[in-house]
């Protein structure tokens, strides 16, 4: 039973243009969001977060958005770069539990 | 710099030979987490360990073993790996399990079993 879902495994999107990964969950009491950026090779970086009491976050070129009522969040990086091709991971997290990730989203940025 | 580390980056082993993963942190983290990450899902914890305190996900199977000697070291034990087993395994960090932790991974040990 997936507890946070990332629908679209892969993106494509053109340089200068906005990326949106999206997010949604299942348990309703995450109170505390994640996304991390994972490139080959490499362990997953930390991002951005937001916590349920914020429906906004932002942080330069990366918003991260969220509508508990959906339970439903999105990344938003606007404009995109080549070196933001990565995997994308949603990960979710109620107090003093263990987080909870999804499967990832593989966003392609295309000169 | 403070970071996680994990070796070896490539392992192999052979069906039913005990391995063992380790990682590393310079961060004073009190929390150390294990996942394993198979192509294309979700990392799935395996266990994590609060401090010296054990804590053990209920759908982890008996071959996979931890231990943490000391707040920097965490090792991940694999008693009789099977070919189910290969996958990439993450180590992660986390200052504490409160409110707005933020875990810190290192850059991971893809297992191959031959």
């Known amino acids: 039973d997936q507890q946070v879902k990332q629908n679209s495994p892969s993106l494509s999107v053109q340089e200068g243009r906005i990326s949106i990964l999206n997010c949604d969950y299942t348990?309703?009491?995450?109170?505390?969001f994640l996304w991390y950026k994972k490139y080959p090779a490499e362990g997953p970086t930390f991002l951005i977060s937001i916590s349920s009491i914020k429906d906004k976050n932002e942080d330069g070129r990366f918003t991260v958005f969220l509508n508990k009522s959906a339970k439903h969040l999105s990344l938003h990086i606007v404009p995109s770069q080549p070196g933001d091709s990565a995997v994308y991971f949603c990960?979710?997290?109620?107090?003093?539990?263990?987080?909870?990730f999804g499967p990832g989203t593989r966003l392609s940025v295309l000169p | 710099d403070a970071m996680v580390i994990q070796n070896p980056r490539y392992q192999v082993t052979q069906f039913g030979k005990p391995v063992t993963l380790s990682c590393s942190q310079t961060l004073n983290h009190n929390v150390m987490y294990w996942y394993q990450q198979k192509s294309s899902q979700a990392p799935k914890l395996l266990f994590h360990y609060y401090d010296k305190d054990f804590n053990n996900e209920a759908d982890t199977p008996d071959n996979f073993q931890s231990r943490r000697p000391n707040t920097s070291f965490c090792f991940l034990d694999i008693r009789s790996p099977g070919l189910g087993d290969a996958a990439m395994y993450l180590c992660a960090t986390s200052k504490d399990r409160l409110f707005q932790e933020t875990q810190y991974f290192g850059p991971g040990t893809r297992l191959l079993v031959l």
């Open positions: 348990n309703s009491m995450f109170d505390y």
């Open positions: 990960a979710a997290k109620d107090y003093g539990q263990n987080f909870v």
